[in-house]
């Protein structure tokens, strides 16, 4: 059986995610912006938090660590490389390492571009992907630390994924995300698509995360740049793939 997620609100526009393990009882948080909403949800389902899974060293995703972890004495995962960034860890992590959370196997993978430290949680079994500020919905993190070089190839190992696994990001930036992506394909019916439903669940006030994989394949431009429709709209017909996915950055970050 999947892993039960929850989807938390937290800040002004965070998420974290909790999953559990019915058999064990274990309970997971990827990210803690703040603790209340995550202790909120905890005490609605009456899971006992056992694990803090960390994506990068950013304050909106680490700030509540330590009071999370003071009331639950859950362990607290993150990247090797980024342990002076970090709050103190129990268990460092690196590409390729792999855990348990009660009946399902994490993978971890290095997703540097954001920050260089970032690291990325996959759960193939239960068709999660956390992937905070990296890849996000119809977008991709600013590149803070990185170049659009490397935060290129983490977009490629996301895109190498089934295309039905759910990504789950780390900001409610997606109608924003697609404004932009309309501007490079205005006439990608997928993206007109989306740009719709996501209006509609924000009118209702919900989360337009998760997302699988296959929609973000479909409307996201950062997941697009081999196309050579995308590369003539953006001018560099003959460009390499990172080249594109760089212009496509430098624009959004003016846009």
Aim: charged share 20%; glycine share 8%; aromatic share 6%.
């Amino acid at each position: 059986m999947p892993l039960e997620l929850i989807t938390v609100p937290c800040l002004a526009d965070n998420y974290a995610y909790l999953v559990h393990d019915r058999a064990s009882g274990r309970t997971a948080v990827i990210d803690v912006p703040e603790a209340g909403p995550i202790l909120g949800a905890l005490d609605a389902h009456r899971w006992r938090l056992t694990d803090i899974l960390i994506t990068h060293h950013h304050d909106d995703h680490i700030q509540g660590v330590e009071t999370l972890r003071a009331c639950t004495h859950a362990r607290v995962w993150g990247a090797a490389a980024d342990t002076l960034r970090l709050p103190r860890l129990d268990e460092t992590l690196a590409e390729g390492s792999r855990f348990q959370i009660g009946s399902e196997e994490v993978h971890v993978i290095e997703a540097p571009g954001h920050t260089i430290g970032h690291i990325a949680f996959l759960m193939p079994t239960s068709g999660y992907a956390f992937t905070a500020d990296s890849l996000m919905a119809g977008g991709c993190g600013r590149l803070f630390e990185g170049t659009a070089r490397q935060m290129h190839a983490t977009m490629q190992k996301f895109a190498a994924l089934l295309p039905e696994m759910l990504i789950c990001s780390g900001h409610e930036y997606t109608a924003a995300n697609l404004r932009f992506a309309a501007t490079l394909e205005p006439d990608n019916p997928a993206l007109i698509l989306r740009i719709a439903e996501v209006a509609t669940l924000r009118a209702q006030g919900r989360p337009t995360l998760p997302v699988k994989l296959e929609v973000e394949l479909a409307t996201n431009p950062y997941l697009r740049v081999h196309l050579p429709a995308l590369k003539a709209a953006v001018g560099l017909g003959g460009a390499d793939d990172a080249t594109v996915f760089a212009e496509i950055r430098a624009r959004k970050d003016k846009f």
